[in-house]
C-alpha cells in the first residue's frame, strides 16, 4: 500500500502562485508514476502532470503547460506541483495519485491510478 497526503491549498487572487505537496509513505517503487489531477465544480477529473516516482519522465498537460511544473524530492519522498499565473479556471480540488504502471502507460488517465490522496482545495478568485 502507498499513503499519499497532500498540502498546500488555499484561497488566493488571480496571478498569484501557490506550491502543492504530496508526501508519500508505505511500499514505495521508483518505477511508480505519480500524477496531478484535479476536479473542478461540474467538471470531469483533468490529469495535470505526472512525474516517475524516481524522477525522470515530466509530463505537463497543454491547459497548465509554461505555469504549472511538477517536480520531486527522492529524500523527502515528496512531490510538488508548483503553481504559477494562478487563473480561476484553476479552482479545482487537486489530488496527487500514484500508479503500479510506468508514466508511459498510466499517462493521466485517473483509471490507471491505485493510490489516491484526499485532496486540497484551490480556489482563485479574479
Known amino acids: 500500500q502507498v499513503q499519499l497526503v497532500e498540502s498546500g491549498g488555499g484561497s488566493v487572487q488571480a496571478g498569484d502562485s501557490l506550491r502543492l505537496s504530496c508526501a508519500a509513505s508505505g511500499n514505495t517503487y521508483s518505477g511508480y508514476c505519480v500524477a496531478w489531477f484535479r476536479q473542478g465544480p461540474g467538471k470531469e477529473r483533468e490529469g495535470v502532470a505526472h512525474i516517475v516516482f524516481g524522477g525522470g519522465s515530466l509530463f505537463t498537460a497543454d491547459s497548465v503547460k509554461g505555469r504549472f511544473t511538477v517536480s520531486r524530492d527522492s529524500a523527502k519522498k515528496t512531490f510538488y506541483l508548483q503553481m504559477n499565473n494562478l487563473k480561476p479556471e484553476d479552482t479545482a480540488m487537486y489530488y496527487c495519485?500514484?500508479?503500479?504502471?510506468?508514466?508511459?502507460?498510466?499517462?493521466?488517465?485517473?483509471?490507471?491510478?491505485?493510490?489516491w490522496g484526499q485532496g486540497t482545495q484551490v480556489t482563485v478568485s479574479s
Open positions: 495519485a500514484a500508479s503500479r504502471l510506468v508514466c508511459a502507460v498510466a499517462g493521466v488517465s485517473a483509471r490507471d491510478y491505485h493510490y
